[in-house]
């Protein structure tokens, strides 16, 4: 194998010793030496792997940690920097050693659990391979931009801003621009892939993508079943609701409908002008207090609800490490904020209350479906319309409407992520594929015309499967509300035991079984075909 980047510097986890014995001297001293040797040897090698579990435990932390700098902070991404201290860590001597280490281990438990450390050390390995091209990538989409009468646009929070300008024809220049950016960052996304399967390979993996279902758990048929049943059965309605909202927000009929009106609608301009309502940050204490979560004592769990130059706009949660979390949004002033935020501090929830002595396998790494499970349960309180009478001055208008409005917000986001899912399948088996067959997917899943502008964003929308990770927890924690509805009846969402079963889902972190999972809920299997019911089928 190629070694990797020359980072090594000092080994910390390296076992050492003292100078090598002269050959002629193994001789004499063998018979004296070799019961010792037996007796030492698994002690050593086990304090070795500790070693190497606890720097990895600090590498994935300062990953994080980069992490946020670069999307909640707004600095320059420094990925590449943040794995310039762990090289000795991530290199292929480390990776030959490991391997080693795993085929000493006598307990079938103990290799299962060396093998484990070592497929998150070799995934960390990966990226660093291409943490260059990522910092690129990333910051490009913040810096590069295209002056549009006399006004940078750049791609960085640009579906946030075009939907918070009002004039159509200037979000039509804003998206004709984005498309030219596009075809610019794209250059960065082909290399990623391509760079990233080959390094798999180097490894000697089947490539990039088959180490990753493998590596974190994905069950690939699964979510592609689910994926073309959601979109299937979940059409009609959507249907009726964009139509609907399409005409009474933008005086639109859906046939009409683009990206940079979508952009508009999902924020509700005019359903937001004629409601009033308090601080996304307040309403969410006073919920959560309701359910026996104390946002305020959560001392390690910071929101930040501000304006920042560089932030990404949207509401994101960012794990830093077992009990440590941050949310960051950049309030668009609309109705729309109270969905996000509930959603980011539902995710936030899981992360936070993993318990500090959890292994850091099971702390660090895994697939996105249960944290995205507590931020779509969290985002279905905000569409009880009960809750939407307490919480908002409606000044007249409908309770049911509001709550429909954040329905097809969130139909629309599941869509969306099934699309994408479905897409990235067929990329990731043959990575040339035109551009067109993301347009024709995004298409029928969203509904509404998709161009050649549209089509080129087709590389960035590859996330290493986290979209259905999404569709799924989505799915699931409309089938806990549903479970919750039958158990508690319709103030599911008042009951302090609510909290304390989001505190039990995290004790395990990403290794808790699907079952297990279940379980705190009183389910017995998912159903991941379940549809969301309509608001007028809600109790």
Not at 47 to 75: H, L, P, Q, T, W
Not at 438 to 443: G, N, P, R, T, V
Request: proline share 4%; aromatic share 10%.
């Amino acid at each position: 194998m190629t070694e990797t980047k020359n980072r090594r510097g000092p080994d910390p986890t390296h076992t050492g010793g003292g100078p090598r014995t002269p050959r002629r001297g193994w001789v004499a001293v063998w018979g004296a030496c070799w019961l010792l040797a037996l007796l030492v040897a698994v002690p050593q090698a086990s304090d070795e792997f500790e070693r190497i579990r606890e720097k990895a435990a600090e590498m994935c932390v300062a990953v994080n940690e980069s992490e946020y700098a670069a999307f909640g902070d707004g600095d320059d991404s420094k990925l590449d920097k943040a794995y310039g201290g762990y090289g000795y860590l991530i290199n292929d001597s480390k990776l030959e050693r490991l391997a080693e280490l795993v085929a000493e281990a006598g307990d079938p438990r103990v290799a299962e659990q060396r093998r484990q450390t070592a497929r998150i050390i070799s995934y960390h390995a990966l990226q660093d391979q291409v943490a260059p091209v990522i910092d690129n990538y990333r910051n490009s989409v913040r810096e590069n931009s295209i002056s549009v009468e006399g006004e940078p646009v750049v791609l960085q929070g640009l579906r946030f801003r075009t939907g918070m300008q009002a004039d159509q024809d200037t979000r039509r220049k804003w998206w004709l621009a984005a498309g030219q950016l596009y075809k610019g960052i794209n250059v960065y996304l082909r290399s990623l892939m391509l760079d990233l399967d080959q390094a798999a390979r180097e490894q000697g993996r089947e490539g990039y993508y088959a180490f990753l279902r493998e590596a974190e758990g994905w069950d690939i048929p699964l979510l592609q079943s689910t994926a073309e049943r959601f979109l299937q059965s979940s059409r009609a309605e959507y249907e009726t609701l964009l139509e609907s909202w399409a005409e009474r927000e933008l005086d639109l009929r859906m046939r009409k409908l683009r990206a940079f009106d979508i952009d508009r609608l999902q924020f509700f301009p005019s359903l937001s002008s004629q409601v009033e309502w308090p601080k996304p940050e307040k309403v969410a204490e006073e919920t959560l207090e309701e359910l026996g979560i104390d946002l305020g004592g959560q001392r390690a769990l910071r929101i930040d609800v501000r304006e920042r130059d560089g932030r990404c706009p949207w509401a994101m949660a960012h794990p830093i490490s077992t009990g440590k979390t941050y949310v960051t949004m950049i309030p668009s002033e609309h109705v729309s904020d109270l969905q996000d935020l509930f959603g980011a501090i539902g995710a936030a929830q899981f992360h936070f209350n993993m318990p500090g002595d959890l292994r850091f396998e099971d702390a660090y790494f895994g697939t996105n479906v249960v944290p995205e499970t507590y931020r779509s349960l969290l985002e279905l309180i905000v569409e009880e319309p009960v809750w939407i009478s307490e919480r908002i001055d409606l000044n007249g208008v409908a309770a049911e409407d509001v709550a429909t409005a954040f329905r097809l917000r969130r139909l629309m986001r599941m869509r969306e992520a099934a699309g994408n899912f479905l897409f990235q399948l067929e990329l990731h088996g043959n990575p040339a594929i035109s551009s067109d067959v993301y347009a024709d997917q995004m298409e029928d899943a969203l509904l509404w015309r998709h161009t050649d502008n549209d089509a080129d964003a087709y590389l960035s929308r590859n996330d290493d499967y986290r979209s259905g990770g999404e569709l799924l927890g989505a799915l699931l924690a409309q089938q806990i509300r549903d479970a919750l509805r039958e158990e508690w009846g319709p103030d599911w969402f008042r009951q302090p035991q609510l909290g304390e079963r989001l505190r039990q889902g995290a004790q395990q972190g990403y290794a808790i079984e699907m079952g297990d999972f279940l379980a705190i809920w009183n389910l017995s299997q998912l159903d991941a075909s379940c549809v969301p019911p309509s608001g007028s089928e809600q109790g």
